[in-house]
């Protein structure tokens, strides 16, 4: 037996079909981890600003998200949100659809729901932000 079959965790039916690591898993993970990490401070920065404008006015409100470091945290807060997002159900399609077509046509519309729902939130924060 050579070194090289101690080494190599795929079946004998894997290899005749090419089939292997897609090389992406490691990273799609860590950016999992990091965007969850991430998520953890700006939650609470939004739990912050969420008590802080409760019970006051409109414009009240309009001027404590007008605020710069408040509209960035805000926006970091929904662009990591957003992208944890599309990344978790990601793995849920890849391992619970078995379809092919079917599939592909979920990743495509968990990737448009994610991008409409992160550019729908930026545009709010930017347009209250700017005074629009």
């Known amino acids: 037996m050579s070194n090289n079959s101690n080494h190599d965790m795929r079946t004998p039916l894997s290899k005749v079909r090419g089939l292997g690591s897609a090389k992406d898993g490691t990273s799609h993970f860590w950016r999992q981890r990091l965007t969850g990490l991430a998520n953890i401070p700006l939650a609470l920065f939004f739990i912050y600003c969420i008590a802080s404008v409760a019970g006051k006015s ?17 926006l970091l807060f929904v662009l990591s949100g957003v992208y944890h997002m599309k ?38 924060i930017l347009k209250i932000s700017f005074g629009g």
């Open 58 to 74: 409109h414009a009240d409100t309009l001027a404590f998200v007008a605020n710069p470091i408040i509209a960035i945290l805000l």
């Open 87 to 124: 990344l978790g159900m990601q793995v849920i399609i890849e391992d619970y659809i078995h379809g092919e077509k079917i599939k592909i046509l979920a990743l495509i519309l968990n990737l448009f729901f994610a991008a409409f729902i992160g550019m729908a939130c930026v545009f709010s």
